[in-house]
């Protein structure tokens, strides 16, 4: 079966850096791209930006360019996501999801979901 | 960039009843759209997509539609498991993809 595993909760100091990453297995890793997505506590869903697994290819929302960087290890099928620079409004749960394809081939939601992964900022 | 507008943010409802969510679009977006439900401290689950195609394993009581700027979640006999956040969500025009602001749907 199709699984999104992610890293561990993080606490991190203002400033800092941090690296998420996302396991899937149940599929071939490389044909789907993988979204980031977060949620700050008690708010909606923000969408960060997205890799395809297959040659690489990024997309990121414009609010994060130049802090966010993510990649892909296809020989482990794992998804990162890397945040600089954080701030205290950086703290939220992040979670990676794969995209579902419709019959056209285009993107028409994110299927699977990881279990989200806690990344705290405070000084 | 799209942005999206649910209405209601918030609905009291019962066991039973029909409930409807709206979310409109602030340009033209085709079918492009998803739905999530999320439930607390969980990841969202996708619930349909292209703006009326129910994702496997949902059930039928959930159902949507509409095209363009306006669209419907529908659920047609609420049940205790559909307590919960719902989010629409655009797929026509990114970046950035952007979801909706959500509803959510508590027990009256």
């Known amino acids: 079966q199709v699984q999104l595993v992610q890293s561990g909760a993080e606490v991190k100091k203002p400033g800092a850096s941090v690296k998420v990453s996302c396991k899937a297995s149940g599929y071939t890793f490389t044909s789907y791209g993988i979204s980031w997505v977060r949620q700050a506590p008690g708010q909606g869903l923000e969408w960060m930006g997205w890799i395809s697994a297959y040659n690489g290819n990024t997309n990121y929302a414009q609010k994060l360019q130049g802090r966010v960087t993510m990649t892909t290890d296809t020989s482990t099928s794992t998804a990162y996501m890397e945040l600089r620079s954080l701030r205290s409004d950086d703290t939220a749960v992040y979670y990676c999801?794969?995209?579902?394809?419709?019959?056209?081939?285009?993107?028409?939601?994110?299927?699977?979901w990881g279990q989200g992964t806690l990344v705290t900022v405070s000084s | 960039d799209i942005q999206l507008t649910q209405s209601p943010s918030f609905l009291s409802a019962s066991v039973g009843d029909r409930v409807t969510i709206t979310c409109r679009a602030s340009q033209g977006i085709s079918s492009y759209l998803a739905w999530y439900q999320q439930k607390p401290g969980k990841a969202p689950k996708l619930l349909i997509y292209a703006a009326s195609t129910l994702q496997s394993g949902v059930p039928s009581r959930f159902s949507g539609s509409g095209s363009g700027t306006e669209f419907t979640l529908t659920i047609s006999s609420l049940q205790p498991e559909d307590f919960a956040t719902y989010y629409c969500q655009q797929l026509n025009s990114y970046p950035p993809l952007t979801f909706g602001g959500g509803t959510k749907v508590e027990i009256k």
């Open positions: 999801a794969r995209e579902a394809y419709g019959g056209t081939g285009t993107t028409v939601g994110f299927d699977y």
